[in-house]
């Protein structure tokens, strides 16, 4: 989510710009393959809250609130982004998902 959005918090402006930057290779990808007539498709999946030791390690020193975080939201599991994976790649040939935005329900940010 965080190359389509920049949050109002400090620590996370920077991880914003490499997604960004991921962003715009990705389409740059895209138009290089479309000029080659390579029929390749190219999906960016972008997801909210997975639970995993990401924000602890981007957040060092806050693991309390990162574990009632992680009890109070149903997060985005490992079996969620595979499924979403299965589905972009189910698309018939002439299908191209450019971008999956998914974040878990209960998300606010």
């Not at 190359?3 to 991880?15: A, D, E, K, Q, S």
Request: hydrophobic share 35%; net charge neutral; glycine share 6%.
């Amino acid at each position: 989510m965080s190359g389509n959005r920049v949050l109002n918090h400090t620590p996370t402006h920077f991880y914003s710009a490499t997604k960004f930057a991921v962003t715009a290779l990705t389409e740059g990808m895209r138009n290089e393959l479309r000029t080659a007539k390579s029929h390749t498709r190219v999906t960016q999946i972008s997801p909210g809250l997975v639970e995993t030791e990401f924000r602890s390690r981007m957040l060092p020193g806050d693991d309390e609130n990162t574990r009632k975080l992680y009890r109070e939201t149903k997060c985005i599991q490992a079996g969620d982004m595979a499924d979403t994976v299965v589905y972009a790649l189910g698309m018939p040939p002439h299908v191209q998902i450019h971008d999956i935005l998914l974040r878990p329900t209960e998300q606010v940010l």
